[in-house]
């Protein structure tokens, strides 16, 4: 029984450890790099599901004869075994965690649902429209711009809003929300969050639903810029965000305003698609290689040879 716990205890180990070297390199190179927010946010989707997609326990039997150089990282094997001989305190530890993490995952949902439930049963139907094809409704319920729904996402914006913004203004307000709405970020950030469920006691893991958080505004926010509609959704944020007015940002949101608005106030830059080009490239490499790394080490019968 004791070798049947540390066996999977290694596998998880050694995935979380190439896992947190790619997080580590994506940290460097998006920080280093010159390249569009939006390569750099899905540098950060692609490392928030490389923490949940050990692709080396699955792999390690079918390599394993390709693979006989691969020695086993003692460090982590100790570890493993280590944890194996406390394997119910370890468990019940990492249980309670993850029944604690869920239940407010859970609570943030059903808040989210009764929110949008709320904002269609106050919304006034004669003033909806679609933009591409995209629902969007007012409601007095809403405090300030923003997608409901997962995989079927809708546009709600606060009641008033198109008293206080000009036409452009709005537009461009509608062409954030209309980006997040398309790329289905409310999925993607539901599958990180049900990550961190499982993976809570990992640091890095609830950095980088900072990171995602960030780089989803501000890549959306490119979308805007590139429809020149760039100062205009500044002139919005700052009225949305005047605390003198009736409308407010959401918390959210407004976290992020001084880095929206110094990305926006940014003159577009040539190099920025060669930076990003070399930035995915990069990148793609080094998730190969913590892929590879985790399917090598994970090949070698680390029990046997202890």
Known sequence: ????????VYYVGVHLFFASLVWFAAWTLTSIIRGTATTKYWVWVATSLNFVLPLGAVLDKSLAAHL?????LGVIGDAGLRIADN????????LLGAILMA???CWRIQTDRRDAQ???SAADSKRNFLVQGTPVRFSPARKGPAVDGVLHPSICLPDGIDRLLTKSELNA???HELTHARRRDNLIRLIHEVSLCMLWFHPLVWITGSRLALYRELSCDESVIQSAYGRELVSALAKLANPERALSLQASVSSYISHRLVRLAAEPRPTDRAA????SLVFGAVLLWGVFGTVAHTACCFLAKR
Do not use: N
């Open 118 to 120: 709320a904002g269609q």
């Open 1 to 8: 029984m004791h070798e049947y716990i540390a066996r999977p």
């Open 68 to 72: 006989s150089w691969a020695k086993p």
């Open 103 to 105: 239940g407010r995952l």
């Open 276 to 279: 990003s080009t070399l930035l």
């Open 173 to 175: 307000v509608l062409l």
């Open 87 to 94: 394997a119910m305190m370890v468990g019940a530890v990492w």
